[in-house]
């Protein structure tokens, strides 16, 4: 019962995950039709769902044949990234195949039968996943090739290079996540579901990726750390210790949370690009497609911001909390607010004491201003107490069927962890 008790005193949250539960997240991610794909997609489709706890479902909910565009673009980058993270492939090797990998998505027979990373299938069947590239229209081929280039370059570039400065942080993240953003948006305008603008406006799409890469280098300190992968800024986090592996000794976490709280407040000045690409959205699947994962990682900041857990252990939102951010933020004013409910946990939080506090409350007035264009909160959707209380007590006499939650939801609401 004590689990019981923790939901009934978040019952928006356990209204959600009821509805989910019962058809309700089908009207944000539709379930797609295998039957009228080729066996090829089907293929594409299955390694996708294999290798994406975070995308796959906003992928397949996505209109028209931008989906499958979209399908092929994150498989090949994921097998590029498959490369880029496979530590038994030698430098020798490596390089010149990160810079090469775009030509293999014309090559028809090439692929790669040495790699021991988990996704390898990828790689393994990569003539699968090419064919259907160059089943693709030309003007998603041209986006796909070009920025599987542009990132195998970075990836190279960065192999044997630490980030040292706060430019060179941005630059990686460029490299492994901006790119994608730039690349989706352009495959958005291909597409014709949405304005050329959404396409050529490579700051603000940028500024999608980053934001997102950055939640997730904050969030992943010390899974990186015991992987031995180093992706903060030296030029931050030099500041505050001698060895970034020093943030982890418990002599050090006050020191460890000022320099966290440092990045998160570098990462919040992308929010305000973030809302404004939003905001230029017109379909709704693409819409959506964009706006789960960004207000997935405000809530994730707001849960990191001077918590002295993400150097201890694993810090992520919850379920019901997940879902609820997914079933709400299917308009730009949803989002405005859901933005503002974070920034505003955030400051709240901020020590006096802190090296940055300035800084942090200064982007928080920023974006305050832009989710309250007119001064007044934008409202949250509500629900009757009277359903409220329903699920509530639902929940309560079948607290074991809500355990079983079905596996669709399970995956995609994990979504900050991948």
Not at 113 to 130: A, C, G, N, P, W
Request: aromatic share 10%; proline share 3%.
């Amino acid at each position: 019962m004590e689990r019981v008790g923790k939901w009934l005193g978040r019952p928006r949250e356990l209204y959600n995950l009821l509805r989910f539960k019962m058809g309700g997240g089908a009207a944000v991610m539709p379930p797609l039709d295998q039957d009228v794909l080729s066996d090829g997609l089907k293929t594409c489709y299955r390694y996708l769902n294999q290798t994406s706890r975070s995308f796959a479902a906003v992928i397949q909910a996505l209109d028209g044949e931008l989906r499958h565009a979209v399908c092929i673009f994150y498989l090949v980058l994921r097998a590029l990234d498959t490369v880029e993270d496979d530590m038994t492939i030698s430098l020798e090797t490596k390089v010149p195949m990160l810079h090469d990998f775009h030509s293999y998505l014309y090559q028809p027979d090439w692929r790669y039968m040495e790699s021991k990373e988990k996704d390898k299938q990828v790689l393994e069947d990569f003539t699968t996943i090419s064919l259907e590239f160059r089943n693709l229209a030309e003007v998603y081929r041209d986006v796909i090739a070009d920025i599987c280039h542009k990132m195998g370059a970075g990836m190279a570039e960065f192999l044997e290079k630490k980030v040292d400065t706060q430019h060179e942080w941005d630059k990686y993240c460029h490299y492994v996540a901006g790119l994608v953003g730039i690349g989706l948006s352009r495959l958005f305008s291909a597409s014709e579901l949405e304005d050329p603008v959404v396409g050529q406006d490579t700051e603000l799409a940028n500024s999608m990726g980053l934001f997102l890469q950055k939640t997730n280098i904050i969030r992943d300190y010390l899974e990186d750390q015991l992987e031995g992968r180093e992706f903060w800024p030296r030029e931050v986090w030099s500041r505050y210790a001698k060895k970034l592996s020093d943030l982890t000794k418990p002599e050090h976490i006050d020191m460890a949370v000022q320099c966290m709280n440092e990045l998160i407040t570098n990462a919040l000045h992308h929010v305000p690009d973030v809302l404004t690409y939003l905001s230029r959205l017109k379909n709704q699947s693409v819409f959506n497609f964009c706006a789960i994962p960004q207000v997935m990682a405000i809530a994730t900041l707001a849960a990191c911001y001077n918590n002295k857990q993400v150097f201890r252990g694993v810090v992520k939102i919850r379920k019901g909390q997940a879902v609820t951010l997914m079933m709400d933020a299917t308009n730009i004013q949803a989002v405005k607010a859901i933005m503002y409910q974070y920034v505003e946990e955030i400051y709240q939080k901020v020590p006096s004491t802190d090296p940055s506090s300035n800084k942090t409350q200064q982007i928080i007035v920023s974006i305050r201003t832009m989710s309250l264009p007119n001064g007044v909160e934008v409202s949250r959707n509500h629900y009757s107490p009277i359903y409220l209380s329903c699920a509530m007590l639902l929940a309560a006499l079948s607290w074991q069927y809500l355990s079983a939650m079905s596996k669709a939801s399970e995956e995609y609401v994990q979504a900050s962890e991948n």
